[in-house]
């Protein structure tokens, strides 16, 4: 006569299954809550876990895998990269707005104050310039008069006492600023017109169209 399988109650059975770890996720959380609710069910699983120790004398231990990264990896795959750049990201806009604001809050360098000036016209002609000499730059800005006639150019010279006029160049616009030259109080700059490209030889041959003294401000 074969005898029928021991059947077991079903909170018997349910311990059991708890501690060889073969029930779901969710059976396994509805018993984890009972053993903290239900002190003679807590004993029934402690009961088994002493009746099955016996199993694990066969294994030795080993320490659980660290699988948190792997988990993190999976679960924000893109978070974490997107906080990376945006770490980075933040860093270096921050530093540019830094830079920005400095830059607009900066006022921009002023140039340096004129030290001499002239004015420079002539009874007979409707040409009139105003000069200013400013650290190593002198600037020429015509305030009446039109460009010189087809075929000619205006030049400017500087003229020291009874010395021999030095030119500084033919204009070629109604404001030029060019390198200032040694010059002092009482220098005068001449405008005269000339054959295209300036005078032959380096010497004014045209008329005298404006003049005036530098003067110290």
């Keep these: 006569m074969t005898s029928a399988p021991l059947e077991l109650p079903e909170h018997e059975a349910l311990a059991a299954e708890y501690v ?15 053993l903290k609710r ?14 099955l120790s016996d199993l694990n004398d066969d ?8 699988l948190l990264p792997q988990i993190e990896a999976r679960l924000f795959p893109q978070t974490v990269k997107v ?4 770490g980075w990201a933040a860093g270096a806009l921050t530093a540019g707005a830094i830079a920005v604001a400095a830059f607009v809050m900066l006022p921009p360098p002023m140039p340096p104050a004129p030290t ?3 004015e420079l016209s002539a009874e007979a ?29 205006y030049e400017l010279w500087i003229i020291e006492g009874d010395k021999a006029p030095v030119s500084l160049g033919v204009l070629t616009a109604a404001s ?8 002092a109080a009482g220098y005068i700059l001449a405008i005269t017109l000339e054959p295209k490209g300036g005078g032959p030889d380096g010497k004014p041959t045209g008329p005298v169209l404006a003049a005036g003294p530098l003067k110290t401000i």
């Design 20 to 34: 060889l770890g073969v029930l779901g996720l969710a059976e396994r959380t509805a018993v984890e809550s009972r």
């Design 116 to 118: 001499m000036t002239a």
């Design 176 to 183: 030029v600023t060019i390198p200032a030259p040694q010059a």
């Design 125 to 153: 002609s409707p040409l009139r310039y105003a000069a200013a000499i400013a650290g190593d730059q002198l600037t020429l800005t015509r305030l009446a008069g039109t460009d010189a006639e087809a075929g000619k150019d």
């Design 83 to 86: 906080r990376r750049w945006f």
């Design 59 to 66: 294994y030795a231990e080993s320490p659980a895998p660290n």
């Design 38 to 51: 239900e002190p003679a069910f807590a004993a029934l699983v402690h009961d088994w876990q002493n009746r």
